[in-house]
């Protein structure tokens, strides 16, 4: 067999199990991952393609149904609400900060919680029963009722939301990190480790941490809709971004006052959230059921 042929095995090998997972990837994955695409696409290029001000007031132009044109003869794709801002236009700038809030939050929240986790789980003892006392403390109130409190504390701003659901979300990732860590420091190969005279950072970061990535991977994927949703909430009640910021929660809150007459203002945002939050969480129950080996047997 010569030398190109014994390489190329490899390769092909690898290019037939990454086609087999593919094919273990549920259809309504797919589907959700495209949605979650369009709109990822949408808060990236929507400014380039769709070049208004989402929060220019145009009062000639006010509760123009969605398809109606201006007076300047554009069109409104998505209709204005009641100050003439173009709907379309706060749709793609509160998918911004949806998607902005959203990640920052899981990323901040994810590596407090990696990291108390990690430690309370790999330690055990006093540092086990201090941050599980925390943890179960802030889960007995309930996290929208925690991070209103902390919301109407710290005032409204992109920063102080991101902060505030952070610190809401940092014990879900703390509780998975913890499971994991006290899964595996009892594992033959970390005896092996601590017997060779590796220390404890070592140890966590080259052995244990590891076993904490695929959980934790799929705790964010479900988080990220949850705080979208919580991050609309907020807005909703004025104690989110700031009120000359684009928000999805707060345009279906400026618009419950017209669902009669101009029902478009709060049900477009309303659809966006839904079907995004939805995306996201069919996404991580398939994430969920690929990685898990027992889910196929």
């Known amino acids: 067999m010569s030398s190109t042929a014994a390489a190329d095995r490899p390769a092909a090998a ?19 991952g495209g949605v979650l695409a369009l709109f990822v696409l949408a808060a990236v290029v929507g400014p380039v393609l769709h070049p208004y001000d989402p929060v220019a ?14 007076e300047a003869g554009a069109v409104a794709w998505l209709g204005t609400d009641q100050m003439g801002r173009d709907l379309l236009a706060n749709l793609l700038a509160g998918s911004r900060i949806s998607l902005l809030v959203a990640c920052a939050t899981v990323l901040v929240g994810g590596a407090v919680g990696l990291v108390v ?3 309370s789980g790999y330690f055990g003892g006093w540092p086990d029963t201090i941050a599980s006392r925390v943890g179960d403390i802030q889960l007995a109130f309930p996290s929208i009722l925690l991070a209103i409190l902390l919301a109407g504390v710290l005032g409204p701003s992109v920063t102080n939301i991101v902060v505030t659901l952070a610190i809401t979300r940092w014990v879900v990732f703390a509780r998975v990190a913890r499971a994991s860590a006290m899964a595996t420091r009892r594992l033959d190969f970390v005896d092996s480790a601590r017997v060779l005279g590796a220390g404890h950072i070592r140890i966590m970061v080259r052995h244990v941490l590891p076993s904490c990535w695929q959980p934790l991977l799929v705790a964010a994927t479900v988080q990220v809709g949850l705080v979208m949703v919580a991050e609309a909430s907020l807005s909703f009640l004025g104690l989110g971004v700031p009120v000359d910021t684009s928000s999805w929660g707060a345009t279906v809150s400026v618009g419950r006052d017209y669902l009669g007459s101009a029902w478009w203002i709060s049900t477009m945002p309303a659809v966006a959230l839904a079907l995004v939050v939805t995306a996201v969480g069919v996404i991580g129950d398939g994430f969920r059921d690929v990685s898990d080996p027992r889910s196929r047997i």
Request: net charge positive.
């Open 57 to 70: 007031t145009d009062l000639p132009n006010r509760l123009l149904a969605p398809g109606e044109r201006t």
């Open 117 to 119: 986790g990690l430690v």
């Open 14 to 32: 690898r290019t037939r199990s990454a086609l087999g997972a593919a094919r273990r990837v549920p259809v309504r994955v797919w589907i959700g």
